[in-house]
């Protein structure tokens, strides 16, 4: 089937720490990936997306890469601030079926000062 | 703000009891999904609309259903509550993009079951 494994939380860093979110998928056909944010008593909302093998997604000073041979889209960051703490979702979307988004189990980030 | 409203924010009952969940999509939006969100599933797909018609199902309950009116407002109903259903209930949205799109989720209702 259609899933998507997360690096499992929480993470937490530092201000000004190098970041990095794992996220894996297994998908029949060629999935659109996704990274959803969630902060706190919000919903979630779109960071950024690839739709192809090789694409970079970009966001906020947020990156992700469409690795088709790695089935991989980790999500990274150069330097995080504590207004990053937040849940991250790593989602796929098919272009079969229902088109409906699978999420990944979330990962909890937390930014100390 | 992503366009999608749901209401009530907040609704707390008792178990055996029934709810109903209001979405309103953005603008020009077709297609509606509902996601369960609770601390030891994560979020779960439960139901998508498309134009009214029901598109696809996920892990809904058969004590759950929904619907898309014709304004395309769309309802989550649950019925015979249970203390497992308390959670955060997402409403999205998405317009024509296919899976290129990205979906407009709302704030969430949040359902406590006592």
């Known amino acids: 089937g259609n899933s998507v494994t997360q690096m499992e939380g929480p993470v937490t860093l530092s201000e000004e720490a190098f970041l990095t979110i794992n996220c894996t998928y297994t998908?029949?056909?060629?999935?659109?990936l996704f990274w959803y944010v969630q902060y706190p008593g919000e919903g979630l909302q779109l960071l950024l997306k690839a739709t192809k093998a090789d694409d970079k997604g970009s966001n906020k000073g947020f990156e992700a890469t469409y690795r088709k041979e790695t089935t991989s889209f980790h999500l990274e960051k150069g330097s995080v601030q504590v207004s990053d703490s937040a849940v991250y979702f790593c989602?796929?979307?098919?272009?079969?079926?229902?088109?409906?988004?699978?999420f990944g189990q979330g990962t909890r980030l937390t930014i100390n000062p | 703000d992503s366009g999608v409203t749901q209401t009530p924010k907040h609704l707390i009952t008792a178990t055996g009891q029934r709810v109903t969940l209001r979405c309103s999509p953005r603008?020009?939006?077709?297609?509606v999904y509902w996601y369960q969100q609770s601390l030891d599933q994560g979020l779960q797909f439960l139901i998508q609309y498309y134009n009214g018609e029901e598109r696809a199902k996920g892990n809904i309950l058969e004590r759950f259903s929904a619907q898309q009116f014709p304004d395309l407002h769309s309802e989550l109903n649950l019925s015979s509550l249970e203390l497992g259903d308390s959670a955060l209930y997402f409403c999205?949205?998405?317009?024509?993009?296919?899976?290129?799109?990205?979906?407009?989720f709302g704030e969430g209702s949040r359902l406590t079951v006592l």
């Open positions: 998908a029949t056909g060629y999935p659109s």
């Open positions: 989602a796929l979307r098919l272009i079969q079926g229902a088109q409906k988004l699978v």
């Open positions: 603008s020009g939006d077709l297609s």
């Open positions: 999205a949205s998405s317009g024509s993009q296919g899976r290129t799109g990205e979906l407009f």
